[in-house]
Every structure is written in C-alpha cells, then in structure tokens.
Antibody
Framework: QVQLQESGPGLVKPSETLSLTCTVS??????????WGWIRQPPGKGLEWIGT???????SYNPSLKSRVTISVDTSKKQFSLKLTSVTAADTAVYYC???????????????WGQGTTVAVSS | EIVLTQSPGTLSLSPGERATLSCRAS???????LAWYQQKPGQAPRLLIY???NRATGIPDRFSGSGSGTDFTLTISRLVPEDFAVYYC??????????FGQGTKVEIK
C-alpha cells in the first residue's frame, strides 16, 4: 500500500524559499497512470492545487503560483520536491503531497495523500 | 477556468438523517473528471468518489455520487457520527489543472 510522507522546515522567513520533499513508500513511483502532486490549505480555508509532476519529469503548475513554483522528482530516492520562492505570510498553510490518478479509464482523482506538514512564514 | 461552487456552506443534520451536498460547475464538465473528498479536522482529505459516481476503495455504500454536465451531488444516505466533516468536490481540467470547490461542512445539529 502506497504511503506518502512530507518533510521539510516548519518555519520559513518572508522572501525566502520554501522547500519540501515527499517520500513514496510501499509502491512504485514509476507509472504512466499516476502523477505526483502538491496541494496546500491555508488555516481555516479550502484546498489549493499547487502543481503536479510525472516520474519522467514533466510538470504542470497552478497558473496563480507558476512564477514561483518548481516541482522536481528524484526517482532513485522515490521522492518528489516542491520549491516555492519569495514566500509571504499568504503562503502559510498545511502542505500535502498526493498521488494523482491521471487518465486511467479517463478518471482523474487524488487517491493517496500524505498526512500534511504545516509551514509558517514568519520572521 | 472552471469554478466549482458547493452548497450549502454548512449542513446541520442529526445522525441517521440523509445529507445531500451539491457541487455546481461554471461550465459543463466531463463526469469522469469529477471527484469528492472528505476531510476531518487535523487530517488529510480522503478520496470518497471518483468519476462522479464511483466509490473509492473502502468507502461505505452509504456514500453515493451522481450528476452530469454542471450539477453533481454527493449523498450520504444515513449519517453516522464519523461522517461529520468537510466535503470537497474537485475537477480535473485539460490545461492541466485541478480545481476544488470551497467545501461543505456537515455538522451535528
């Protein structure tokens, strides 16, 4: 059974870069039917998709964050990572990584989630 | 960009009652691209329904999804205590993009 675990600093200073890593265990990161993604949730608010990556390295991003986001994958470590530059207090959120079903029988959904990690942006 | 609007914002019901949650898309969407999630406080979201009407693995049959075009519904036939949570609908668009509704909170009356 696939499990995901986020890791990274819980506190980032304004204007700096937020960096998180998601480790995949219990399954393969190599699949044409699955992508890997990041989603965030500000305190008391809803869910926002940040971006998605395939094991091949092909990535897509939320247009509202695209200029500040980079998602990368390290298949040898079974990890994918998020970098968000020039953070402000508005980037304070719980950050989740997830496995995305992409196109299998034309279904699209996020079927496995990490537990989430809280990142606060503060000086 | 497709916008998903969920209603009501909060649903106050008693255990044993039926819950009907709505998700309306700003334009017609492909049903296979529509999913529902449950989120309890302090927990990650959990996939309930994919393809508008297919229950995910391990999801009880009191949860059902329906709809097409712009109007989709999540129904919980008889609420049990662990069903009180926030529910989100989500759509995949071809940009690609993944969009969530703002959520419906189901609370104990």
């Amino acid at each position: 059974q696939v499990q995901l675990q986020e890791s990274g600093p819980g506190l980032v200073k304004p204007s700096e870069t937020l960096s998180l890593t998601c480790t995949v265990s219990g399954g393969s990161i190599f699949s044409s039917s699955y992508y890997w993604g990041w989603i965030r949730q500000p305190p008391g608010k809803g869910l926002e998709w940040i971006g998605t990556i395939h094991y091949s390295g092909s990535a897509s991003y939320n247009p509202s964050l695209k200029s500040r986001v980079t998602i990368s994958v390290d298949t040898s470590k079974k990890q994918f990572s998020l970098k968000l530059t020039s953070v402000t207090a508005a980037d304070t959120a719980v950050y989740y990584c997830a496995r995305l079903i992409v196109g299998a029988w034309d279904y699209y959904a996020m079927d496995v989630w990490g537990q989430g990690t809280t990142v606060a942006v503060s000086s | 960009e497709i916008v998903l609007t969920q209603s009501p914002g909060t649903l106050s019901l008693s255990p044993g009652e039926r819950a009907t949650l709505s998700c309306r898309a700003s334009q017609s969407v492909t049903s296979t691209h529509l999913a529902w999630y449950q989120q309890k406080p302090g927990q990650a979201p959990r996939l309930l329904i994919y393809g508008a009407s297919n229950r995910a693995t391990g999801i009880p049959d009191r949860f059902s999804g329906s709809g097409s075009g712009t109007d989709f519904t999540l129904t919980i036939s008889r609420l049990v205590p662990e069903d009180f949570a926030v529910y989100y609908c989500q759509h995949y668009g071809s940009s690609p993009s993944w969009t969530f509704g703002q959520g419906t909170k189901v609370e104990i009356k």
